[in-house]
């Protein structure tokens, strides 16, 4: 419920106007929910019964006006595996405003015939921070210095098109009306298989056999070609897999079965005995989670953090060296964290301790 709207002489929540919100969803949608509004947190949650054109039109504008206040209006959350929303949506990001009607052209020169603005969960802006925002306040308000959301679209099989026909575009020739400023991507936690255009969540169990065909590796070369990684593996006498770099400076090879994969990671891999060189840089190979890789920046920020906080709260008292404390807290590096952490492995075994 938007706050800017409630009476300054009363704090309302938006549970108080909950058969107004199923009384406005019937008369103007057809809508009813099965077991009627739920609860959730200081949110409404439905399940309509109807599933029909109506239900995906209600959420369109993205808000209903309801006395003095404004209702946001959305689909449910989409980071939920077993709702399948995920593979109905893509991200949307772009630093520059566009207008409703320009971002529907664009999507339909894209392959779309639909789609509907869907607010992230959390958003901060010039309003500041709320739970959902509008899709007028979507394309109104930037978020963390870009126009940020989801489009929701009426299957997958439309937002796997779409996406397939952005990724031709970005490669060219590029459409005119597509706004060269413009990105589209999976959902946090999807993953793109090249081959058969479609989406896919790596932990889900039916997708293990295809992760098992599939290894990511980076970070490439600046302008790395297919045929820089077709050069490096072929010494490997590997058969050709398909190769897809994904613009982040990382490439998903996907092999026809699972061995291809298993013998780059034996021999390439982080035991590997050699290393896996494109235009004369060694990269690493990668498995597929779906998330993004956190830059070596925030992954060693975030362990020096854990590992000297232990360090402070644990292992000072224990440590008699003076030296050797004052030189950790000088120099925070990982490699510290590294030495230190196998002296109190060492430590803890030779007295038969749990660390």
């Known amino acids: 419920m938007n706050p800017s709207l409630q009476p300054q002489e009363e704090t309302l929540s938006i549970l108080n106007y909950r058969r107004e919100i199923e009384d406005i969803c019937q008369e103007r949608y057809g809508l009813t929910f099965c077991g009627g509004l739920m609860e959730h947190g200081q949110q409404l949650l439905g399940d309509p019964l109807q599933r029909t054109v109506q239900a995906w039109a209600a959420p ?10 404004s209702v946001v209006m959305v689909y449910q959350y989409a980071g939920v595996l077993d709702n399948g929303l995920s593979f109905h949506e893509l991200e949307y990001r772009n630093p520059s405003k566009t207008t409703p009607g320009d971002l529907m052209c664009a999507l339909r020169a894209l392959g779309a015939t639909d789609a ?7 958003m901060s ?6 739970d959902h925002w509008a899709a007028i306040g979507c394309l109104n308000w930037p978020s963390e210095g870009q126009y940020r959301f989801r489009l929701v679209f009426p299957s997958q099989s439309m937002a796997e098109n779409v996406y397939a026909n952005f990724r031709r575009h970005a490669a060219g020739p590029e459409l005119d009306l597509v706004p060269p400023s413009m990105k589209l991507l999976p959902l946090r936690g999807l993953c793109w298989d090249n081959p058969s255009a479609t989406f896919f969540h790596p932990q889900a169990p039916s997708a293990a056999t295809l992760v098992d065909t599939k ?6 070369p600046p302008l790395t070609t297919t045929d820089d990684i077709l050069a490096a593996l072929r010494g490997s006498h590997l058969p050709t897999p398909d190769v897809d770099i994904t613009g982040d400076g990382y490439a998903t090879l996907t092999f026809d ?4 994969v298993a013998f780059l990671w034996s021999a390439s891999g982080p035991h590997g005995d050699t290393r896996l060189y494109i235009r004369d840089i060694a990269v690493h190979l990668h498995i597929l989670t779906g998330r993004p890789r956190l830059s070596a920046a925030h992954v060693q920020s975030a362990f020096r953090s854990r590992i ?3 360090i402070r709260d644990y292992i000072f008292p224990c440590i008699p060296n003076e030296e050797m404390q004052h030189g950790f807290q000088r120099d925070r590096t990982v490699q510290d964290a590294v030495v230190l952490t196998s002296l109190l492995l060492e430590r803890a075994e030779r007295r038969q301790e749990e660390l």
């Open 60 to 69: 369109r504008r993205g808000y209903l006006f309801l006395r003095d206040i």
């Open 308 to 310: 000297f906080t232990v």
């Open 125 to 130: 802006g010039a309003h500041g921070p709320r």
């Open 215 to 220: 290894v990511r590796i980076g970070r490439l």
């Open 116 to 122: 509907i603005i869907q607010s992230h969960t959390r």
């Open 257 to 260: 079965t699972p061995a291809p």
